[in-house]
């Protein structure tokens, strides 16, 4: 090289080298790498992306076989129990549905002769009554008095069934209850064995033939110190790295992953739920990233529950986030906690604030409350992540449009399914069809406005009921593809539910393997 050409490549160089430093200390630097980051994101729009239900929360109508080898599996938390005493020949209620005494004059069983299991182990329990005390022993006399807030040892009550579902019931004091006479249930029965006839006051009958929706509280407390090898076999074995490779080879470009608030509390959950969620999360994410899907992290179950199904990690149905303070602010703390770990993550997409709040039991206050909450723990953590919130279930789909629209970045989430609602078993195929490119068309056409939120149809599924018995593959077909193309209107796309379930058309990794959805570049 000769001098000239020398000093011209030194300058080139020195130049260049400012430049770059230029850049690098310009004020608007940080702006110009989250501009870079927001084209990316929009360029990312609008995603073709499945759930991964079932995994990170329990969902036991998904995997039921997680459930199987749990001693008394019939009698999980939130089981309904109806007790009948053989010697009056009627059932025992709370009086007034509870601050009250138990008594055996009922001739029938409703809510006020309906107590909810806690479980404690596989054999003992607390009973709670129809208006949430529990059963305890009276401080002034033997008889049982539903009048507990928060149950303990004097809660306990073991139950010894027999082979015909019969039960006696030891009480905290360690005798077992009785219905001696209608008008009172009592703790003093001392004699140990029974014929288990109808003439021993000490013996019931027990009805325990519905139980709420089982999920992540159910098995992890039902299994006790045997949750967790249960859970990380599950964790390690449900969903693989390998899902996510053959997401990406579906030509998928997105994954929603749904994190129960216990996760955010990894290492050390509150009890039942066991430890090691947080790495399986980091994992997917680190997956995501490998095969080029972008990350939707959605914070399905609240401490609370927000709809009393599985799927919120309820532990009897009982809905109660949103009543306190402390429950909305411990979801805020979840949100911080994904958004302070995730959000800088180039494929970390959006942040779902919440899932599935249901009419009317969340009102609106609260969840305009939380809303404002989680989209500011976010945004601490990054101005580019989208913030995904969505209306009540069971209330009009737009009540919450316009006020979701004044965040930035925002997205309102809508979940259409043909297979959860009995109206739909007494609809012929064709007119499932209409149902999809009418009503379903009109209802997203509602949501998507000028200057409002970007719409995500977070759930849906090719299943469908129908009048006319099992459908055929065609019709499954037609149906599919009657959903994507209404639902790839959607302005921030869609999200299957679910990758992997166990009835068939509920799992897209089986319907794209068997030929019933096709999914290319554009779909």
């Known amino acids: 090289m000769n001098g000239a050409m020398h000093c011209r490549w030194i300058s080139l160089i020195v130049v260049s080298y400012c430049f770059v430093a230029l850049f690098f200390i310009h004020p608007d630097n940080n702006e110009r790498i989250r501009d870079t980051r927001a084209l990316s994101s929009s360029a990312s729009l609008p995603v073709r992306a499945v759930n991964v239900g079932g995994w990170l929360v329990v969902e036991g109508w998904m995997t039921p076989y997680l459930f199987d080898n749990i001693t008394n599996k019939d009698m999980l938390d939130g089981t309904q129990l109806k007790l009948r005493s053989v010697k009056q020949n009627m059932y025992v209620c709370a009086e007034g549905g509870g601050d009250n005494i138990l008594v055996a004059n009922r001739t029938g069983a409703a809510w006020w002769e309906t107590f909810k299991l806690w479980r404690v182990n596989e054999t003992t329990f607390y009973l709670r009554a129809a208006f949430g005390q529990f059963v305890r022993i009276s401080t002034k006399s033997s008889d049982l008095v539903a009048n507990a807030t928060n149950p303990g040892k004097s809660e306990e009550f073991v139950f010894i069934r027999s082979s015909n579902n019969r039960v006696r019931i030891r009480a905290p004091n360690g005798l077992f209850i009785q219905a001696r006479r209608p008008d009172a249930v009592t703790a ?259 949501v998507t406005v000028a200057n409002g939120p970007l719409v995500l149809v977070g759930e849906w599924s090719g299943e469908f009921w129908h009048s006319g018995g099992e459908a055929s593959k065609e019709e499954y077909q037609r149906f599919a593809q009657a959903e994507l193309n209404v639902f790839g209107r959607a302005t921030f796309g869609w999200a299957y539910w679910s990758w992997k379930h166990e009835i068939n058309h509920w799992s897209l990794k089986w319907m794209i393997a068997n030929g019933y959805i096709s999914l290319n570049k554009t779909s």
């Open 188 to 446: 003093d029965y001392g004699e140990e064995s029974t014929n288990w006839g109808d003439n021993d006051p000490s013996v019931f009958e027990m009805d325990l033939n519905w139980r709420v929706e089982i999920g992540e509280y159910q098995v992890t407390n039902g299994y006790g110190p045997n949750a967790t090898s249960v859970l990380k076999n599950h964790w390690n074995t449900f969903i693989t790295e390998d899902d996510f490779r053959i997401m990406a080879e579906y030509n998928l470009t997105a994954v929603r992953i749904p994190v129960g608030w216990w996760t955010t509390r990894d290492p050390e959950p509150p009890k039942p739920f066991v430890s090691g969620s947080l790495q399986v999360l980091d994992n997917a994410v680190t997956w995501a990233e490998k095969y080029n899907l972008r990350v939707i992290l959605d914070l399905h179950a609240t401490n609370g529950s927000t709809n009393g199904w599985d799927l919120s990690g309820t532990r009897d149905g009982t809905i109660d986030w949103g009543k306190t303070d402390d429950n909305i602010n411990q979801s805020v703390a979840a949100i911080d906690f994904l958004a302070s770990r995730y959000a800088q993550r180039n494929c970390v997409l959006a942040i779902e604030l919440l899932n599935e709040a249901l009419a009317p039991d969340i009102s609106i206050d609260s969840l305009k409350r939380y809303y404002q909450l989680g989209y500011d723990a976010v945004r601490k953590y990054s101005s580019e992540v989208y913030v995904i919130m969505s209306s009540r279930l069971r209330a009009d789909q737009r009540e919450l449009l316009n006020y979701i629209g004044k965040f930035d970045k925002s997205v309102i989430d809508v979940h259409y399914y043909n297979s959860l609602d009995g109206w739909f078993s007494g609809l012929s195929v064709q007119q499932n069809l209409d149902f999809i490119n009418n009503e379903r068309s009109r209802d997203l056409s509602s």
